[in-house]
C-alpha cells in the first residue's frame, strides 16, 4: 500500500474510533455515566418492560451546569440495528424520571429522539451540559444519496418547570449550521 493510502487509511480508523469506542464502552471514562451505571435498576424500572432486550445502555451521561440535573441518554433496547431509540431520563432525588418535554407552545410534548449511523438517515442526540440544552438532528437522503430534507431541534432545561422547552431561535441557529452543510 502506497504511504497516502495508508495515512488515509489510519485517518479514516481514527475518525471511526470515537464512535466505536463509545458504542463498546472502550471510551474515556465518564464520571456521569459511571453513577447512572450505578442506577440501571431503576432506569429499567422507569422504562418498564422492553420486548426481548437485554438491560438498558446509558449511551451519554452529564451534569447539567447551573444547578441543573444529571442527565442520561439511554438506549431503552440496544439493538445493534441502524437506528436506536434514545430516552432521557434526569436524577430527581437521587431517583431517576422520565425528563419531560415541551413544544414551542410550552405544551407538554414526546420528541422522537434516534442515534443512527446510516448513511441515508443520520440522527443524532447529544447533551451540551455547559448551556444546558439537548440536540438532535436528523436527515434524510434517497437511495441515491440525494438530500431530501433536515431537522434539528434544541431543547433548553428550564429550571422552573423542570422541563425541557423546545427553544425556538437556538432550533433555527442549529438547522442553519447543521441542515446547510
Known sequence: MPPPARILALCLLLTAFPTFAQDNDLAPANPEVAVW????????????????????????????????????????????????????LILEDGKPIMARFRDPSGKPMTPQLERSKSQLKPRDVQLDARHGEIITTAQDRNEHNQYLGCIAAVFSWNRRTRTFDWNTGKSKKQYISYCAQ
Open 37 to 88: 451505571k450505578q442506577h440501571l435498576a431503576d432506569v429499567s424500572a422507569v422504562l418498564g418492560p422492553q420486548l426481548n432486550c437485554d438491560a438498558p445502555k446509558i449511551v451519554d451521561a452529564e451534569q447539567f451546569a447551573d444547578q441543573g440535573p444529571s442527565v442520561a441518554l439511554v438506549k431503552p433496547c440496544p439493538t445493534g440495528e441502524h437506528a436506536d431509540q434514545i430516552k432521557v
